[in-house]
């Protein structure tokens, strides 16, 4: 197993577990980008990548949903995503994953799972005019995540997926 961590992350949240499991993949050929640092015409010396991204308005931020967009036709990794939500309510970030699926059934893409945890809400401001109901307790439940027990989940979950590969 070849594997690539990419992540898209503005407040680093996503950082944090990006960061960890990339700690904890097995001392092999391994790297760490951001989204940014992608060279897509390079990307194809990696046979899995591990996907990180914040769940903006219940999908994918449209930097992260561009990624899919611009992977070379004839490459066909391992995808394994992880998400941090603001929202611990499933309809709130399902859609990052359901697209991703869809994506990857679309691109030829071997989708392999997800792992999601909560992350300190970033965009409380906007969210409180929609949902001013919400916002104390969405404000109290993400502070302080993802914690260190996300981050121990995290890696648990990234090594059944090298498991899953090498198998
Ligand atoms: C524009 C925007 C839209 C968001 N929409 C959602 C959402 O639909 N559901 C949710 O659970 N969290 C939402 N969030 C919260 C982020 O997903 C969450 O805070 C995440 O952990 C941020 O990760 P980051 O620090 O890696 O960017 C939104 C944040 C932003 C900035």
Redesign the pocket.
Known sequence: MKPLVVYY???????KVAKRIFYVLPDIEKAIKTINEINYKEITNWDTIFLGS?????TLPKKVKEFFKNMPPDYHPNIALFI????QLEK??KGAIDITEYYCNNYSLNFLGAYSCL?????LKEFSKIFPDKVDWVRETSEGHPDESDLKKAEDWALKIVKKVDH
């Open positions: 992350s503005q407040t680093g949240n996503t950082e914040p769940v903006h308005i219940h941090t939500y603001g929202v709130f970030y992350g300190k809400h970033n965009h």
